[in-house]
């Protein structure tokens, strides 16, 4: 199992994602601290498996809203191009999603 890191990146990303009702890439980076390309890239991965859509443009912005969220903890992107969700214990890879057992 994965251990928690609530200082890295992508859990200031999720917890600024959690934070605001609408944002942008900006938004994200100016909050968590992380570049654009790994801000990018998580809020990507987090439109394809569900857990966010676009609300249309500020600008050059693309506007997002969360619309899973599933607890504090941030879903993982992993090196196979999948996101891992510890607070239910879901699995999405490329449109399909897996739920594990709870522990």
């Known amino acids: 199992m ?13 917890e600024a994602i ?7 890439a900006f938004d994200v980076c100016q909050l968590s601290g992380a570049s654009y390309q790994n801000v ?4 990507r991965a987090l439109e394809l498996a569900g857990y966010i859509e ?6 050059r912005w693309k506007i997002y809203k969360l619309i899973k969220d599933t ?3 941030a879903p993982i992107q ?3 191009r999948c996101l891992f969700d510890p607070n ?6 490329q449109g399909y999603s897996y739920q594990g057992e709870k522990r």
């Open 54 to 59: 676009t609300r249309g443009k500020n600008g």
């Open 78 to 80: 992993k090196e196979i």
């Open 40 to 43: 990018k890239r998580y809020l």
């Open 88 to 93: 239910t214990g879901e699995l999405w890879v």
């Open 18 to 24: 959690r934070g605001l009702s609408r944002f942008t």
């Open 71 to 73: 607890g504090f903890r």
């Open 2 to 14: 994965n251990k928690y890191r609530k200082n890295s990146a992508r859990v200031k990303m999720w």
